[in-house]
């Protein structure tokens, strides 16, 4: 079992920047992928950011060029760095993990086997 620990949403202003992370706990913690979604609300959970154990990433369209994901495997930690933050970027931010090395369709919240219990983002204009 993996137990997923989302930390650092807050409320920001548009323009500003804003890191969050997520630490994975648990024995059966290993070199799965991990990813980041977003839910805004009376809206369906939406891709942000995946990476894999050796450095490969992807980003949804609307967050390309101004989030950054990283990933310290000693540590069993990823943060999601956002840049130049926009209202439409408000929501709750999930930590996903997945049981394999990467995730062909990455954006599907059905080939993630572990959750966090999410962390407010809240971007005022």
């Known amino acids: 079992q993996v137990q997923l620990a989302e930390s650092g949403g807050g409320l920001v202003q548009a323009g500003d920047s804003l890191t969050v992370s997520c630490t994975a706990s648990?024995?059966?913690?290993?070199?799965?992928?991990m990813a980041w979604f977003r839910q805004a609300p009376g809206k369906e959970r939406e891709f942000v950011a995946i990476?894999?154990?050796?450095?490969?990433?992807a980003y949804g369209d609307s967050v390309k060029g101004r989030f950054t994901m990283t990933r310290n495997n000693v540590q069993k930690t990823v943060y999601l760095q956002m840049n130049n933050l926009k209202p439409d970027d408000t929501g709750v931010y999930y930590c996903?993990?997945?049981?394999?090395?990467?995730?062909?369709?990455?954006?599907?919240?059905?080939?993630?086997?572990?959750w966090g219990q999410g962390t407010q983002v809240t971007v005022s204009s």
């Open positions: 996903a993990a997945a049981t394999t090395y990467w995730v062909a369709e990455y954006g599907s919240t059905k080939n993630y086997a572990y």
């Open positions: 648990g024995q059966s913690f290993g070199s799965g992928a």
């Open positions: 990476r894999s154990w050796s450095g490969g990433s």
